[in-house]
């Protein structure tokens, strides 16, 4: 029974540059939650995905968008990047909204 | 929107002593606090939860307690061991944010079991 997968696991992008970040949800699970975690920090809710719907949102500019897909998969786009977008990216699955949310190993982000 | 509080942020046990780490919430409609347990450069793993209609919950060495009135809850661990070592993060999913799964998380407590 796989996990939340995410890809990739490392990524160095410049100012400006636009990203592209994925996950696959745990078997059986069909909402995902994207997360930001700086260093040092707790993960701070960017936006969930529910039935292919934005169905709730962080305090995160329009530079960060999503998407879910009808295999429950969903992608995370930042355009614009800024060095302050370095961190961790989170993606947390669950069966259903309100469910107990199970994470990825994340994506860290580089940003020179 | 929701805060939560976590306290303290670091805490060093001896081997076998009793962790307690506590938090604190703003909404006083939150109904489900998760407790993840995060390794060095690994993924946040959840390690019990609990809902608002529960006063406790307890699994083998971990239990979780909640005080709706105060809006606190406490992860206790006991019989700690050196696999204990980690950093602890509480979370709270709010109601007036909407519901749906935003869960709010505290700052961390960084664990260390001490031989």
């Known amino acids: ?112 | 929107g929701e805060n939560v509080e976590q306290h303290p942020s670091t805490l060093s046990v001896q081997e076998g002593d009793s962790a307690v780490i506590k938090c604190t919430y703003s909404d006083s409609a939150s109904n489900y606090f998760p407790w993840y347990k995060q390794e060095l450069g690994k993924r946040p793993q959840l390690i019990i939860d609990i809902r608002s209609n529960v006063g406790e919950k307890k699994d083998q060495r971990i239990a979780v307690t909640l005080n709706k009135t105060a809006k606190h809850f406490s992860l206790h661990i006991t019989e700690t061991q050196p696999e204990d070592s980690a950093v602890y993060f509480c979370a709270a999913r709010g109601i007036l944010t909407g519901g749906g799964n935003k869960l709010t998380f505290g700052t961390g407590t960084q664990l260390k079991v001490e031989l």
């Not at chain 1, 410049?14 to 990203?19: A, D, E, H, P, S």
């Open chain 1, 1 to 112: 029974d796989a996990g939340v997968t995410q890809s990739p696991t490392h990524l160095i992008k410049t100012r400006g540059q636009q990203v592209t970040l994925r996950c696959s949800p745990k078997s059986g699970h069909d909402t995902v939650s994207w997360y930001q975690q700086a260093l040092g920090q707790g993960p701070q809710f960017i936006f969930q995905y529910y039935e292919e719907e934005e169905r709730q949102r962080g305090n995160f500019p329009d530079r960060f968008s999503g998407h879910q897909f009808p295999n429950y998969s969903s992608e995370l786009n930042v355009n614009a990047l800024l060095l302050g977008d370095s961190a961790l990216y989170l993606c947390a699955t669950s069966r259903g909204e309100g469910q107990p949310q199970h994470f990825g190993d994340g994506t860290r982000l580089s940003i020179l």
